[in-house]
């Protein structure tokens, strides 16, 4: 009885969050809950982990969100509290960054974790002096690797290895909501700074610098342009 009462809580906080419970990994699968926490076969990194965190505060079990509740919450943040983000939690954001499409799924992407202090304020400064990235407790550098492209696509490679990377670094973004965290895609760089700080080889190439860590702030919603505005059908 107490399960049952427990689930229904459970589902109750889902329902007034605009989430849902099911499955990311197939539409309509069932998320069995007891107890407030998800079946073993629900752990993370499991192909079936539909429990993932969701709308609560920061180190609260969350509910697996719908895409549409994702995309409502992301926002890029810059303020950070100095509460740690724990390793397991930093391998997830980048397993979900790793799930992206690629062109003949050649992934020509890498990624670098910044935790030492004097190398984030490295990136901060390499970054514009923008000291937002250094307050975060860690920072992703999400790299293009066109090398693993070239023998197949030639020039395109570079091409192709950046919009790869680009689709990862969206989905991290993405993860990075689900987990109660916040973080923001900086791409004002000083790239040849960067590979320096890193010790990117000469074809790696740094596509964005990316602080991550518990939101100090909860920035409002952007304008959006309308649909209606930016479709064309046919022909511009």
């Known amino acids: 009885m107490a399960r049952s009462t427990t689930r229904r809580a459970i589902l109750a906080r889902a329902a007034a969050a605009g989430l849902t419970v099911a499955g990311a990994a197939g539409a309509g699968r069932a998320l069995a ?84 202090a004097e190398r984030r304020m490295a990136l901060a400064r390499a970054a514009l002096g923008q000291t937002f990235v250094a307050e975060a407790p860690v920072v992703i550098v999400p790299c293009a690797v066109p090398a693993r492209a070239r023998e197949r696509y030639g020039e395109r490679a570079e091409r192709y290895a950046t919009i790869d990377t680009s689709f990862a670094s969206l989905l991290i973004l993405l993860a990075v909501v689900e987990e109660g965290l916040g973080a923001c895609f900086v791409g004002a760089f000083d790239d040849a700074e960067v590979k320096r700080i890193l010790a990117l080889p000469a074809d790696v ?21 309308k649909v209606a505005d930016v479709v064309h059908d046919e022909r511009w």
């Open 33 to 116: 809950l007891e107890g407030g926490a998800a079946h073993a076969s629900d752990a993370p990194g499991s192909s079936t982990n539909v429990a993932r965190r969701a709308s609560a505060g920061p180190g609260e079990a969350r509910l697996a969100c719908s895409l549409d509740a994702l995309l409502d919450r992301r926002r890029m943040v810059r303020r950070f509290t100095d509460e740690p983000v724990d390793d397991a939690v930093v391998r997830r954001l980048i397993d979900a960054g790793t799930r992206a499409p690629s062109a003949g799924n050649l992934q020509p992407w890498a990624f670098v974790v910044v935790r030492d």
């Open 205 to 225: 190439h740094p596509l964005a610098v990316v602080p991550v860590g518990h939101p100090a702030e909860t920035p409002g919603p952007q304008k959006r342009r």
